[in-house]
């Protein structure tokens, strides 16, 4: 990403290239949300939502990032106005998706499960023909939690098998995205808190001294699939790519001795 950014801003010198000021605007403030740093996005891009125009004209891809600025900010009214409008009007299919598994995810953040499944269903829908997913994997931490909670409800609105697959990628991707996170902080020296709950302290704390998933279970009279959703958890929030990268962090963090 950071080569990306280089090179982009390098096109900013070729005078002929009339988006060039935009185009870097907009790479710079895509790489930052996905960083967690909505502060950081350019300020024409925290702006309102621009009047539609073309799919295929600057504005639109404008709007895209403002799409995720608001959702990293968590500035809920307008994003989900957009949305709504983006739906009356031509979009590329790739554009539309993310928008609709975007809105998915807002509903389910503001508890409102029914809304969240109707939105999730309609992304499901539309991206189905041609077996389009990377937008609800994109989604990371966010949608493996609305997919679990769909796959517990009796009448399931979207097949279990895609609703399964996309939780555990989505998952995988979170906790990627967290290890990046975590190594662009150390890059930086920028420290950031770690707040862990007390259910999560005391499962890090059992897998520290080495007891077994089912070992933790039977120890804390728990399920299991709530321990392997805490020590999920764990990692996404510790950027840890494996049981050896997450006890590492955790001493390097004092959270176990």
Not at 85 to 93: P, T
Not at 246 to 253: D, F, K, P, S, T
Request: glycine residues 4%; contains cysteine.
């Amino acid at each position: 990403m950071e080569q990306t950014l280089k090179e982009t801003k390098a096109q900013i010198d070729e005078v002929e290239y009339l988006n060039r000021f935009m185009d870097y605007d907009v790479s710079l403030s895509w790489y930052y949300c996905f960083l967690g740093l909505p502060e950081k996005v350019v300020d024409l891009l925290k702006e309102d939502f621009l009047s539609y125009s073309h799919a295929a004209c600057l504005d639109n891809f404008e709007n895209q990032i403002k799409v995720r600025f608001h959702y990293a900010a968590r500035i809920f009214p307008p994003l989900l106005l957009y949305i709504e409008e983006m739906k009356r009007r031509e979009s590329f299919l790739f554009g539309r998706i993310e928008m609709l598994a975007i809105e998915a995810c807002v509903h389910y953040k503001l508890k409102n499960k029914e809304k969240a499944f109707a939105a999730l269903r309609d992304a499901y829908e539309t991206a189905l023909p041609n077996g389009i997913v990377m937008p609800f994997i994109e989604m990371g931490k966010d949608m493996r939690t609305l997919t679990a909670a769909l796959q517990k409800e009796s009448n399931k609105v979207i097949p279990a098998s895609w609703l399964e697959d996309i939780s555990r990628k989505a998952a995988t991707y979170a906790k990627r995205r967290s290890h990046i996170i975590t190594k662009y902080m150390q890059a930086s020296g920028i420290t950031g808190n770690i707040v862990m709950s007390p259910r999560e302290t005391d499962i890090l704390t059992d897998i520290s001294h080495g007891l077994s998933r089912n070992e933790i279970a039977a120890a804390r009279g728990l399920s299991i699939n709530t321990v392997k959703m805490v020590i999920n958890n764990i990692h996404y929030k510790l950027g840890a790519e494996n049981l050896a990268d997450l006890i590492r962090i955790a001493v390097e963090r004092k959270l176990i001795t």
